[in-house]
């Protein structure tokens, strides 16, 4: 049973930063690659970024790249994603994702194994 748990939210000012992590726990396979999704009242499931199980490539939603980053420490079953130039339509809950799958990594339905969430609030 894979347990993953996101930290790093909170409440930012317009053009502010903030770094999310999530940890797994359990039996986590480090060959997964691993994804954030963010999600509004109301709204579906949205992708934000993805990175494959070695870390040397990555994905993102246009509306983040160049301002969103993500990567992963494999030693410590860690994914983070660095969240720069943060804008008040980035207000969502993120989500950490895992997936034995290495493409259409942006389709939440590929993923097996998802966090509780973290609240990001941008004040404008």
């Known amino acids: 049973q894979v347990h993953l748990v996101e930290s790093g939210g909170g409440l930012v000012r317009d053009g502010g930063s903030l770094r999310l992590s999530c940890a797994a726990s359990?039996?986590?396979?480090?060959?997964?690659?691993k994804g954030w999704f963010r999600q509004t009242p109301g709204e579906e499931r949205e992708f934000v970024a993805a990175?494959?199980?070695?870390?040397?490539?990555?994905y993102y939603a246009d509306s983040v790249k160049g301002r969103f980053t993500i990567s992963r420490n494999n030693g410590e079953d860690t994914v983070s994603l660095q969240m720069t130039s943060l804008k008040p339509e980035d207000t969502a809950v993120y989500y950490c994702?895992?997936?034995?799958?290495?493409?259409?990594?942006?389709?939440?339905?590929?993923?097996?194994?998802w966090g509780q969430g973290t609240q990001v609030t941008v004040s404008s």
């Open positions: 994702a895992t997936t034995p799958y290495v493409s259409k990594l942006d389709l939440p339905a590929r993923y097996t194994n």
């Open positions: 359990g039996r986590e396979f480090r060959t997964f690659s």
């Open positions: 990175i494959n199980w070695d870390g040397e490539s990555t």
